[in-house]
């Protein structure tokens, strides 16, 4: 894995814990999407691997080493969805509870790694629960997650808990130039402010096609508004990744509310300041915050109410926002 900058102080504050014998063995590490936080857990499971250490780095040579970097080693374990699957459940983690306490097959540390503790089932959970609070010698328990309020509270009460923020914002945008050199530092600066900092993210938002389909979304936000018609925006919207199109135009309207008070400066869509200035001189602070709430509860109640009729949700708020605007 390629190793980011910022993630020295926390890869260096985890290690030194284990230095000095404070070291959890069940670390629930808390990180948006883009942050980093595989490669830092990556780079713990090398260390605590390593028959060689050298200081807080491992050596790179010795054959627990080898077998980390070959993604072979028998005692470092993935506990995963299986494919085609959302959930963890209950089975898959008896079955690895059942291994962690057979002896290590290369003589050191047993590393358990879940890189979406919030797919665990409650029973799941449960299962893990009781294998944490009487883990077997040597082993370590990383758990990531990014929403640490959906996990069972004993589960995150046996855990050290620990949060890795997003990069200073200077650090993610010198480090997103480097990388692309070629994309304007406009785009770089919104695509990391709508990744809430995360550089990853931003990266992979600005060279996928999703880049492609917020600018053509954002202009068809502006044709809506300037002809009154913004029931044309439903075919942008009635798809099955309408959250995404959602949270831009949840931000555009948050962004319209700073514009009205004059904190253009904390805008999120810095590369869309003509399309803010409509929005904000269209409507009041009061009917662009209704607005905000409005589209924030119709992405809620898509993401979270199963079967919901998708289509005629997004029609009634389009024609409510259409009547609010038209109403000015």
């Not at 509310?257 to 803010?276: F, H, P, S, T």
Request: proline share 4%.
């Amino acid at each position: 894995m390629n190793w980011y900058p910022w993630l020295n102080h926390a890869y260096r504050q985890l290690i030194e814990s284990h230095q000095q014998s404070r070291g959890h063995h069940a670390l629930l590490l808390h990180a948006h999407e883009g942050t980093g936080a595989d490669t830092l857990l990556y780079g713990l499971s090398r260390w605590l691997m390593c028959q060689d250490k050298q200081g807080i780095k491992s050596c790179g040579k010795c054959h627990g080493c080898h077998l980390m970097l070959a993604e072979t080693h028998s005692d470092w374990h993935v506990l995963a969805p299986e494919k085609g699957k959302s959930v963890i459940g209950v089975d898959a983690v008896r079955q690895l509870s059942e291994k962690l306490y057979e002896y290590s097959q290369q003589g050191g540390a047993k590393i358990v790694w879940l890189p979406a503790t919030e797919a665990l089932t409650d029973a799941a959970s449960n299962a893990l629960l009781k294998t944490l609070e009487e883990p077997p010698q040597n082993t370590y328990f990383l758990l990531r997650c990014q929403r640490p309020a959906d996990l069972l509270a004993t589960l995150r009460s046996r855990c050290f808990y620990y949060y890795l923020p997003a990069p200073e914002p200077q650090t993610g945008l010198q480090w997103l130039q480097n990388q692309l050199p070629a994309i304007s530092p406009l785009d770089i600066q919104t695509a990391l402010k709508l990744s809430q900092g995360a550089p990853l993210a931003a990266k992979q938002l600005l060279q996928t096609e999703k880049w492609h389909q917020r600018n053509t979304f954002c202009q068809a936000i502006a044709q809506a508004l300037f002809k009154y018609d913004t029931l044309s925006l439903l075919p942008l919207l009635n798809r099955d990744d309408a959250q995404q199109p959602l949270y831009w135009l949840i931000s555009l309207l948050s962004d319209a509310v700073k514009w009205r008070q004059g904190a253009q400066n904390y805008c999120i869509n810095q590369d869309q300041q003509e399309l803010l200035h409509h929005l904000a001189s269209g409507q009041s602070i009061e009917k662009l915050l209704k607005n905000v709430d409005d589209w924030s509860l119709c992405r809620h109640q898509l993401l979270s109410v199963a079967g919901i009729n998708r289509e005629l949700l997004l029609t009634e708020q389009l024609l409510n926002w259409e009547r609010q605007f038209s109403a000015v």
